[in-house]
């Protein structure tokens, strides 16, 4: 039997077939409520997401790779600042990415700490509340592009996106978020912005 009682938790989002899904079931099935038939079943594609992580423990266990490896590896190489938050907003875990960001070399140097001590006020206290509310509700922000100033007075342009941190009980206890450094796009964008204006100008002054 591919569901129970105790694994039918709250339902998700609306979905085009007028099935409402839920990911949360700790089976890794995901579970539908038909709106017409009041039944409650779980439909094919759960069975695929439950052949895809198959797939992937047989692939890590072939290369004696684990999951916390594969995590601490993507942490250690990957150009994006990533980071956990506790619901305090103080940082638990960061990239080597994000290190840089903070102008840091070591990773205690950073945990327990919190935006505040390495950003203005201004952008910290922006920060500290898009977070809270990311836990008060669960949202996520996705894709937010976002100009940060660092306490030393340097400018940095990302792209960021924000999602609430569960633990293995669904329950929401801090946020993780993926940040990507755009100032080099920003800044070329701005210098052609520029380039055409003053172009625009000296056009104008021709006519």
Same mark, same amino acid.
């Given at each position: 039997?591919?569901?129970?009682?105790?694994?039918?938790?709250?339902?998700?989002?609306?979905? $085009?077939?007028?099935?409402?899904?839920?990911?949360?079931?700790?089976?890794r099935l995901i579970y539908y409520h038909c709106s017409e038939t009041k039944k409650i079943g779980c439909r094919s594609i759960a069975k695929k997401?439950?052949?895809?992580?198959?797939?992937?423990?047989?692939?890590?266990?072939?290369?004696?790779?684990?999951?916390?490896?594969?995590? #601490?590896?993507?942490?250690?190489?990957?150009?994006?600042?990533?980071?956990?938050? $506790?619901?305090?907003?103080?940082?638990?875990?960061?990239?080597?990415?994000?290190?840089?960001?903070? $102008?840091?070399?070591?990773?205690?140097?950073?945990?327990?700490?919190?935006?505040?001590?390495?950003?203005?006020?201004?952008?910290?206290?922006?920060?500290?509340? #898009?977070?809270?509310?990311?836990?008060?509700?669960?949202?996520?922000?996705?894709?937010?592009?976002?100009?940060?100033?660092?306490?030393?007075?340097?400018?940095?342009?990302?792209?960021?996106?924000?999602?609430?941190?569960?633990?293995?009980?669904?329950?929401?206890?801090?946020?993780?978020?993926?940040?990507?450094?755009?100032?080099?796009?920003?800044?070329?964008?701005?210098?052609?912005?520029?380039? $055409?204006?003053?172009?625009?100008?000296?056009?104008?002054?021709?006519?």
């Amino acid at each position: 039997m591919c569901f129970s009682s105790k694994s039918i938790v709250k339902l998700g989002m609306q979905g $085009n077939s007028g099935y409402r899904s839920s990911n949360r079931c700790p089976d890794r099935l995901i579970y539908y409520h038909c709106s017409e038939t009041k039944k409650i079943g779980c439909r094919s594609i759960a069975k695929k997401r439950c052949n895809m992580s198959r797939m992937a423990d047989d692939f890590f266990k072939s290369v004696s790779l684990s999951y916390k490896d594969a995590f #601490e590896l993507m942490m250690k190489s990957t150009s994006d600042s990533i980071y956990f938050k $506790n619901c305090q907003s103080r940082f638990l875990f960061v990239s080597n990415a994000q290190l840089r960001r903070l $102008n840091q070399t070591d990773m205690q140097s950073v945990i327990g700490k919190s935006d505040f001590d390495f950003f203005t006020k201004e952008h910290a206290t922006q920060t500290f509340q #898009e977070e809270q509310e990311i836990i008060r509700t669960g949202v996520p922000i996705i894709d937010e592009e976002e100009h940060a100033e660092f306490a030393n007075g340097e400018l940095l342009w990302s792209k960021v996106s924000r999602y609430p941190l569960y633990d293995h009980e669904r329950n929401i206890v801090g946020t993780w978020g993926i940040s990507t450094d755009i100032t080099r796009l920003v800044q070329a964008q701005e210098e052609v912005t520029q380039a $055409n204006a003053k172009l625009m100008a000296l056009s104008m002054m021709d006519e």
